[in-house]
């Protein structure tokens, strides 16, 4: 692989590659605002110019300029190099680029960012980017002067609604288009455009449109800066009350890798971000699997219930392994919604009583060929893998031949048939995470509150086939049990020992039938800002 | 006897220093003095000297406390006070820089946004609500240092002593706005302009330039 040298360290690159995509592959950062790993190159932020040393054979382009010299209080002319922008300038084997070295470097720096911060309103304390704005990090770097200019700023309309999801700053805006290139190049419409120039540019969405579908929030994602912010977190907290826990999004198949950001003294998660994954997701998430960490607060099952009187979960689970353990029947249903880990307790609890097995989920949506897949579910194939079959019966299935059981255990409350009204009068245990009117719940004798995925360790297993785990980003709420533990709990007490009291020992046994993920790189705990170089998994 | 000796004579004692009579009176006249130019200044519509000058002045230094109170020092951080916009208004922020500053984590703060149509729409971001544990502050002044708009203070010279129950000592925003200063003064140092102000510069694109 051809290798350049940048401030005497030598980057591996591949052919056609950028330098700044090469440094950023290597975990280096050269500043920047405009570029992106996962757009095109639009250059105009002149943020990350770097000094490249001329070739042997040619002379280096000098630029005329006036330097202030301090002894003869006068101007003196002088010459510096020209500097390239990083982002554009392909990497070139055996290239000497000068970054952090450079002295002509760190002043273009410095004037940049004075420039990008002329009309700023330096409306930090409310701003919601505060804490992760590249806009602060780089003043502190770069610049660390005071505001030299004494007129009034430019003002421009603030808290503009562009959409369902995004409300728009155009005060705070520094037009680096990285949010009209989402549109154009991720979602492939383009709903965001610029108008006027100089100190009065700004962004607005095409005319007669306003920014909707499926992918508005990536345009906030990528917003270097407070210009774009969501509806969902504008105005909630403060990132740095947040702490990331790496999870893998919930909504569908595709199991595209993310942060779980949530602030432990509430215990509640307040947003979730991309994390990236070049196999899976690349730096993109849908707005749905954005919003995926309202299910940590939303309809919550919090306590057990017995025939709809509540009771205390170890009740519950006495009452469940006594319905397990009776005669006449036992249908084991699996859930696609639900980790690797609590299938695989649950085909054990199947197997060791005899009962046959069937697999349950969310009704399929509307998929599209960016990220979505038409699976809402996200581990059907770990739950398939983990009963170590090719397919299973459905719930529909289970309907029909409802004569042959009388006792029912269900992992999850999601039923992907509208009416369960025929399973009534059966003995039905439902290990719940949410309240939905059309569900298992409707026929359940026996209730117990399970945590949600961002409450215990996991593994989901995507459309692909590619197992990967979550860690647990929050404690579980009310009477919450993981459920791995509550069917381990109930197969115990019923008489059927699945062996399993320990989370690794079902991950253990989940390896050994070949599901195993590769283990999470540890990483800071506190989140990286937008656009940071971060391990690419 | 060597030059330079000097000789003291040992005082003789009188019958009067004998007796300690003159001495007594001597020092019952003093004591009597001070009591009855104390009982002069306690009578009503007796001047007495300013409390916080006790070190320096001439006079009585007795305080009917509870009755009477000494003002604290200006600088004494008492229970807090959120300042008010000359309108009306809360003029905090709810940025969270109090809270984020906060040791004793004493501040809870709901941020919120005024809806469309209201009349204050302009002040981008407010408390809904602003809730101070004053039994867990250990009033540091943390909070007033980092308030980046001058909308919390301390100076009310309100100390905290004991309330009925403990929940009195949860305070809300309302409660925390009406608090007043030593001054009594009620509103914020800083009533910078915002956007939606009617003092506020306006934007610079409708002014044609």
């Known amino acids: 692989m051809p290798t350049f040298k940048l401030d005497g360290k030598e980057i591996a690159f591949e052919k056609g590659e950028t330098i700044i995509k090469a440094a950023y592959k290597q975990g280096v950062e050269i500043p920047h605002y405009c570029w992106h790993p996962g757009l095109s190159v639009a250059a105009n932020c002149r943020m990350c110019l770097v000094e490249i040393e001329p070739a042997a054979n040619q002379r280096a382009m000098m630029l005329d300029v006036l330097v202030w010299d301090a002894q003869k209080k006068d101007y003196v002319v002088s010459k510096k190099p020209k500097l390239q922008p990083a982002c554009q300038m392909a990497a070139a084997e055996g290239m000497v680029v000068k970054s952090e070295t450079s002295e002509h470097v760190a002043l273009a720096r410095k004037n940049v960012q004075e420039f990008l911060l002329l009309n700023h309103p330096v409306d930090c304390p409310i701003c919601d980017q505060s804490g992760e704005c590249k806009l602060q990090d780089y003043y502190m770097s770069e610049q660390a002067t005071p505001k030299r200019m004494r007129d009034e700023p430019n003002h421009k309309p603030k808290g503009q609604v562009f959409g369902p999801t995004i409300v728009y700053d155009a005060e705070r805006c520094i037009a680096c288009t990285r949010c009209i290139r989402v549109c154009e190049e991720v979602i492939g419409d383009p709903m965001l455009d610029m108008r006027e120039r100089g100190n009065l540019y700004e962004i607005i969405t095409s005319p007669g449109r306003q920014l909707e579908g499926h992918y508005t929030m990536m345009t906030e994602w990528v917003c270097p800066v407070g210009a774009l912010t969501t509806s969902h977190w504008r105005h909630k907290g403060r990132v740095w009350l947040l702490k990331g826990t790496q999870s893998v999004c919930p909504g569908c198949a595709t199991g595209c890798n993310m942060w779980v950001d949530a602030d432990a003294r509430e215990n509640t998660a307040f947003r979730n971000r991309p994390r990236d994954n070049e196999a899976v997701n690349q730096y993109w998430m849908c707005d749905d699997g954005m919003l995926t960490y309202e299910r940590v607060y939303k309809h919550r099952v919090t306590t057990a219930k017995i025939d709809g009187e509540r009771e205390a979960t170890a009740k519950a689970i006495e009452e469940a392994s006594t319905i397990v353990a009776s005669k006449g029947g036992l249908a084991v249903v699996l859930s696609a919604q639900r980790s690797v880990e609590e299938n695989m307790v649950a085909v054990a609890i199947a197997k060791a009583a005899g009962a046959d097995l069937y697999l349950t989920g969310k009704a399929s949506w509307d998929g599209d060929k960016i990220l979505r897949n038409a699976d809402q579910n996200p581990n059907r194939a770990g739950a398939l893998k983990a009963a170590g079959v090719e397919s299973l019966p459905s719930v529909a299935d289970l309907v029909k031949k409802s004569s042959s059981y009388a006792n029912i255990l269900v992992l999850g409350e999601d039923a992907d048939v509208e009416d369960l009204g025929d399973l009534k009068g059966k003995k039905v245990v439902v290990l719940a995470t949410h309240e939905t009117s059309s569900s298992w719940l409707s026929v359940a004798n026996v209730v117990i509150p399970i945590a949600v995925w961002a409450e215990t360790d996991g593994t989901f297993v995507n459309a692909k086939g590619m197992a990967q785990a979550f860690k647990r980003a929050l404690a579980p709420r009310g009477e919450v049990i993981p459920a791995w533990e509550a069917l381990a709990k109930i197969a115990r007490q019923a008489g059927h020992d699945t062996g399993y009291t320990k989370l690794a020992e079902v991950r253990a046994a989940a390896a050994a039938k070949g599901i195993e993920a590769p283990a999470l790189k540890k990483q800071d705990g506190v989140a990286p800002a937008t656009g940071t170089p971060q391990s690419t998994v | ?209």
């Open chain 2, 1 to 209: 006897m060597a030059a330079g000796t000097i000789v003291i004579k040992k005082p003789r004692r009188t019958a009067a220093d004998q007796s300690f009579v003159v001495e007594i009176v001597k020092g019952l006249g003093v004591t009597f003095k001070h009591f009855f130019k104390g009982l002069n200044q306690m009578r009503p519509g007796g001047v007495r000297p300013d409390v916080t000058k006790f070190n320096y002045e001439e006079g009585i230094a007795t305080l009917q406390y509870p009755e009477e109170k000494k003002p604290y020092a200006r600088r004494f951080r008492g229970v807090h006070r959120l300042t008010l916009r000359p309108n009306g208004d809360v003029r905090c922020t709810a940025c969270l820089m109090c809270s984020t500053a906060c040791p004793a984590q004493c501040i809870w703060i709901k941020p919120a946004e005024y809806p469309v149509g209201h009349a204050s729409r302009g002040h981008e971001r407010f408390p809904e609500e602003f809730v101070i544990d004053e039994l867990r502050c250990i009033f540091c002044g943390y909070c007033v240092e980092a308030c980046p708009v001058d909308a919390i203070r301390m100076d009310t010279g309100i100390h905290m002593t004991a309330l009925d129950d403990r929940g009195s000592f949860i305070f809300d925003k309302k409660k925390l706005m009406s608090h007043v200063s030593q001054d009594g003064d009620q509103l914020t140092a800083n009533s910078r302009p915002e956007p939606g102000d009617a003092e506020h510069s306006g934007i610079t694109r409708l002014k044609g330039h």
